[in-house]
């Protein structure tokens, strides 16, 4: 009688234990959100998030945000050095860069969980000339619904979002974000 005692709560306790463990795998495995993606299928122009989000220059001093690109055409990418998808589409958003400055527009790269050295390390290889900056936290991203990589949006003048590809890039989506710059 005494074990059985002892074996009730002791059982009770683990089945608690077991509860709050899937409560916390349950919160932390929730699939990142796709409102974004929501609103611009519909043709809805949502505003950037954390625009005003400061974050450190990548290799450099200071901090900077999107805000600060205001009235520019400016494709966000989300990108990490380990991240092989990443390396193929650096030398497009490079020569997009290229492209776009020359109609007011911009890329803008935001390491995603990577170490400085690593990321400035896959500057120099690529030779990206455009402004990057370090999301220490992730925070800036999940903002996004951001949670694999690479990532990348296309954010007109007014500061709203008007394309998504979660993935690698390809031209015609760099080409949109052109288009965009030359009609504005």
């Not at 290889?125 to 990532?151: I, V």
Request: charged residues 20%.
């Amino acid at each position: 009688m005494a074990v059985r005692r002892r074996v009730v709560p002791i059982l009770a306790s683990l089945a608690g234990a077991c509860l709050i463990g899937l409560l916390i795998y349950g919160v932390s495995a929730q699939s990142a959100s796709r409102t974004l993606d929501e609103l611009v299928a519909r043709g809805q122009r949502p505003q950037a998030p954390d625009a005003t989000r400061s974050l450190p220059v990548l290799g450099g001093r200071g901090q900077s945000s999107l805000a600060s690109l205001r009235g520019k055409v400016v494709v966000l990418n989300f990108w990490a050095s380990w991240c092989e998808p990443c390396q193929v589409e650096a030398p497009l958003l490079e020569h997009a860069q290229s492209a776009l400055q020359r109609h007011d527009g911009t890329v803008l790269g935001i390491t995603y969980l990577d170490a400085s050295p690593d990321s400035e390390g896959f500057m120099r290889k690529y030779h990206l000339t455009y402004t990057n900056l370090r999301d220490n936290s992730g925070t800036f991203a999940h903002s996004y619904g951001t949670d694999q990589l690479p990532e990348s949006f296309i954010i007109d003048r007014q500061g709203q979002i008007v394309a998504i590809s979660r993935g690698e890039i390809d031209q015609s989506f760099l080409n949109h974000a052109l288009a965009l710059a030359e009609s504005s």
